[in-house]
């Protein structure tokens, strides 16, 4: 099965129970091959997310991984804020972060698999960004991983932080 239709997979299974724990799934990403990997989720709050957050969505989604058994093998579970470099997954993501930049890498096949610039929002069923001034349109389909690129700045500003600044002066 490929990453990315074993992902959908796993969200569909999975996203129910997140989000009645009051959080969002954010993504699910597949990291390894057959004979085992890294199944990481990636949830989010409305007031960021900790650790107690991330050992008590592993808990509640261990069982339902469990019955559905959607990996052969054995596999390691890593459940996680999205961070600076959070994924983007969903039509939805692509248009709530219209006006940052992302990086974006297709699959294997169009001549260019990799962008970076700033998302332009959704039209239709296309990813539209731009890079050097060119627009480009992309299908979601197409699109193997896609993140963020954040400064420290917005990084702050989408996740609620405060950033402190602390002023050295000599004198």
């Known amino acids: 099965m490929q990453a990315n239709s074993l992902a959908v ?23 390894g091959g057959p004979q085992g990997g890294t199944l990481r989720v990636s949830i989010d709050g409305p007031e960021g997310v900790s650790a107690g957050d991330c050992a008590d969505v592993t808990h509640h989604i261990s069982p339902l991984l469990d019955e559905a058994d959607p990996i052969s093998g054995a596999y390691r579970l890593e ?3 999205p961070g600076m470099e959070r994924p983007l997954q969903r039509m939805a993501d692509f248009q ?24 332009k929002g959704v039209e239709g069923d296309e990813v539209r960004i731009e890079v050097d001034g060119e627009e480009f349109s992309l299908m979601l389909e ?22 402190q600044e602390i002023d050295h002066d000599d004198q």
Do not use: C, H, N
Request: glycine share 6%.
């Open 142 to 163: 197409d699109i193997e991983q896609a993140r963020l690129v954040l400064d420290l700045d917005e990084f702050a500003a989408l996740s609620g932080a405060q950033v």
């Open 9 to 31: 997979k796993i969200r569909t299974l999975i996203e129910a129970t997140v989000e009645r724990m009051g959080f969002e799934l954010v993504a699910v990403e597949w990291l």
């Open 96 to 119: 709530r972060f219209a006006g940052y930049r992302a990086k974006i890498r297709l699959v294997p096949g169009p001549p260019r698999r990799r962008y970076t610039g700033t998302l």
């Open 79 to 81: 459940v996680s804020s």
